[in-house]
T-cell receptor, first 114, second 113 residues
Framework: GDSVTQMEGPVTLSEEAFLTINCTYTATGYPSLFWYVQYPGEGLQLLLK?????DKGSNKGFEATYRKETTSFHLEKGSVQVSDSAVYFC?????????????FGEGTQLTVNP | DAGVIQSPRHEVTEMGQEVTLRCKPI?????LFWYRQTMMRGLELLIY????????DSGMPEDRFSAKMPNASFSTLKIQPSEPRDSAVYFC???????????FGPGTRLTVL
């Protein structure tokens, strides 16, 4: 079945540091890939997405490129801020007629210190 | 748009009691999802609906859990009887089509004593 694997957390960085959170997936066909973010006490919200190979999703300084050859969708940001502290989830959906279910990774807790 | 609305935000109950969680999806969305989040198991999809019809309930833990969607603007997740291991945050999400962005509600934090 489909699966998503994220790098183990938690991740602690200083403000303005470079961020990478690794995500790899296993799925048949051509899934759509997502990064969701969950701030403390809130629900998940979409950060960015990519729907086909070599697409780059970007939002709020975060980027991720859909790499089919390595089945990866790593999240990057050049300079993190304290306000980026949250849990980040990589996810995929194949969106076939059989379903629109999102398969989530385990989440990576990011803490950014001033 | 108000976003996905869930109620209550917090629920504390005793083992054996019936618990009902409620969700109002974003108007116009025809997919509705129920998730459960725990430290041990992460995010789990319990059930989802398309046009008010349950499509996949394979994630529902056991017969104590049931979900309904009587109309396009309302869904319930019921646990009867509740057990301490049901303690978790339950999220409702909706989307317009497939595959598409899912919009999550703020969640209901359930504590079963």
């Amino acid at each position: 079945g489909d699966s998503v694997t994220q790098m183990e957390g938690p991740v602690t960085l200083s403000e303005e540091a470079f961020l990478t959170i690794n995500c790899t997936y296993t799925a048949t066909g051509y899934p759509s890939l997502f990064w969701y973010v969950q701030y403390p006490g809130e629900g998940l919200q979409l950060l960015l997405k990519a729907t086909k190979a070599d697409d780059k999703g970007s939002n709020k300084g975060f980027e991720a490129t859909y790499r089919k050859e390595t089945t990866s969708f790593h999240l990057e940001k050049g300079s993190v801020q304290v306000s980026d502290s949250a849990v980040y989830f990589c996810a995929l959906t194949r969106g076939e007629t059989s379903g629109s279910r999102l398969t989530f990774g385990e989440g990576t807790q990011l803490t950014v210190n001033p | 748009d108000a976003g996905v609305i869930q109620s209550p935000r917090h629920e504390v109950t005793e083992m054996g009691q019936e618990v009902t969680l409620r969700c109002k999806p974003i108007s116009g969305h025809d997919y509705l999802f129920w998730y459960r989040q725990t430290m041990m198991r992460g995010l789990e999809l319990l059930i989802y609906f398309n046009n008010n019809v349950p499509i996949d309930d394979s994630g529902m833990p056991e017969d104590r859990f049931s979900a309904k969607m009587p109309n396009a603007s309302f869904s319930t997740l019921k646990i009867q009887p509740s057990e301490p291991r049901d303690s978790a945050v339950y999220f409702c999400a909706s989307s317009f089509s497939t595959p598409d962005t899912q919009y999550f509600g703020p969640g209901t934090r359930l504590t079963v004593l």
